[in-house]
Structures are given as structure tokens and as C-alpha cells.
């Protein structure tokens, strides 16, 4: 399974941007990147996928490097209740069937500062 | 998106009992549900993958007899610790796999997980 690679914590003030990054030097053409992000006790939720292009929706943005193998997590505007564990996932198309699996790596826990 | 429920949310018992942890998808089908297990700090570790209608497929290292899962039907996973100890005290999470929406990538929905604690 192609691995990704993030820090280990970052921290943000209330109310401006942050971008969590993530490498994925492995990935393969077909490889999707997923960003999931998981509140204190609670399980893990969707924030935001992309193949090649960069995406937006009302959670975040997702910036892809042209060579795909970086991507990173862009919160606008960082409230309190963004804290969490943000995991970086690559996830490959329903076109290779099988039990493909979402695989969670350690994730950027981020702490936002009032 | 979709909704993944579990039940219970958490759950004392004593070591040497069983205990049963449901998970529902409410507002889709799904052919495939995962369990993962996550300890206090540390990222969520996949446990087993559940087909509808088959055995499950258990993950290196993880206990078939000990951990038994039931998928019985398309909305509905079960995962039974037996015979409990503390060292199995964890949150426990489900989620549900469904196609995407005209894309060509399924959709991965969590539960909110199941804390277990075992005296």
C-alpha cells in the first residue's frame, strides 16, 4: 500500500488559515487522496478527496502537486471546533474491486489557539 | 452524507464476559463494513473486513475467535469481544462502504464508535 506521510501536530490561531500537508511520494496513477478528520472521541469523517485536480467543498480545499505526489489540507478560516486529527489517506478507485481498505497512518493532530 | 450508527456508544464489563457492539448503516445499504480498533493516542487499526452474507477477513494478528463478527444483513454488523480483558478495553469504531455517487470510488462512512471498558 502506497504510504503518506504528515506531521505529527500542528497549531493554528482561531480564524485564520491552515494548511496541513501531506507527502505521498508512492502514489500510484490510480490512487485517490482522501483527507478524513476525527473530533475527540468520536470516529473518524469525511472531509475532502481528490485525484488530480485541486477541490474545494464547504469543509476545506485540497491542493494537489502537479506530480501528485504531495497534496495539502486547506482549512480558510480555523475555528475551535476544527481541532482534531487530521489523516491523510490514499485510496485507490472501485475499478480495482477487491476488499480495498482504508488504511489511517498516526495523522496531523491540530490544536487551534483561541 | 450517510449515516453509520453504533450500539452501544460505550459499555463496562466485568473480564471474562462477552460483549456484543452493533453497528447499522441507517439510510444505505452496505455490502461491506469494516471494524477498526483504536487505544488512547494512537491512529485507528483495522481489526476486519465484513461482507454481507460471508465470513469475515481478519487482519494479521487479530483473533477470529475472540473478536467474532456477524454480518447478517446489508445494513447490519455485529462484533462480539468474548471473554473480555483489560487489555482489550479500546474504542471500537464500525464503518460502512457504499459506491460513490457517479464517481468511481466508493464512499467510506464512520459510526462514532464504541468505548469499552473491561474491570
Known amino acids: 500500500d502506497a504510504k503518506t506521510t504528515q506531521p505529527n501536530s500542528m497549531e493554528s490561531n482561531e480564524e485564520e488559515p491552515v494548511h496541513l500537508p501531506c507527502n505521498h511520494s508512492?502514489?500510484?496513477?490510480?490512487?485517490?487522496i482522501h483527507w478524513y478528520r476525527q473530533l475527540p472521541s468520536q470516529g473518524p469523517e469525511y472531509v475532502i478527496h481528490?485525484?488530480?485536480s485541486n477541490v474545494n467543498n464547504r469543509m476545506a480545499s485540497l491542493a494537489i502537486a502537479e506530480d501528485r505526489k504531495s497534496s495539502t489540507l486547506i482549512l480558510h478560516r480555523a475555528t475551535l471546533r476544527d481541532a482534531a486529527v487530521y489523516y491523510c489517506?490514499?485510496?485507490?478507485?472501485?475499478?480495482?474491486?477487491?476488499?480495498?481498505?482504508?488504511?489511517f497512518g498516526t495523522g496531523t493532530r491540530l490544536t487551534i489557539i483561541p | 452524507g450517510a449515516v453509520v450508527s453504533q450500539h452501544p456508544s460505550w459499555v463496562i464489563c466485568k473480564s471474562g464476559t462477552s460483549v456484543k457492539i452493533e453497528c447499522r448503516s441507517l439510510?444505505?445499504?452496505?455490502?461491506?463494513m469494516f471494524w477498526y480498533r483504536q487505544f488512547p493516542k494512537q491512529s485507528l487499526m483495522l481489526m476486519a473486513t465484513?461482507?454481507?452474507?460471508?465470513?469475515?477477513?481478519?487482519e494479521q494478528g487479530v483473533e477470529k475467535d475472540k473478536f467474532l463478527i456477524n454480518h447478517a444483513s446489508l445494513t447490519l454488523s455485529t462484533l462480539t469481544v468474548t471473554s473480555a480483558h483489560p487489555e482489550d478495553s479500546s474504542f471500537y469504531i464500525c464503518?460502512?462502504?457504499?459506491?460513490?455517487?457517479?464517481?468511481?470510488?466508493?464512499?467510506?462512512?464512520f459510526g462514532p464508535g464504541t468505548r469499552l471498558t473491561v474491570t
Open positions: 481528490g485525484l488530480t
Open positions: 489517506i490514499l485510496n485507490p478507485s472501485l475499478l480495482n474491486f477487491g476488499n480495498e481498505k482504508l488504511t
Open positions: 464503518s460502512a462502504r457504499a459506491p460513490g455517487m457517479g464517481t468511481r470510488i466508493y464512499e467510506q462512512y
Open positions: 439510510d444505505f445499504q452496505a455490502t461491506t
Open positions: 465484513s461482507n454481507e452474507g460471508s465470513k469475515a477477513t481478519y
Open positions: 508512492t502514489i500510484s496513477g490510480t490512487d485517490y
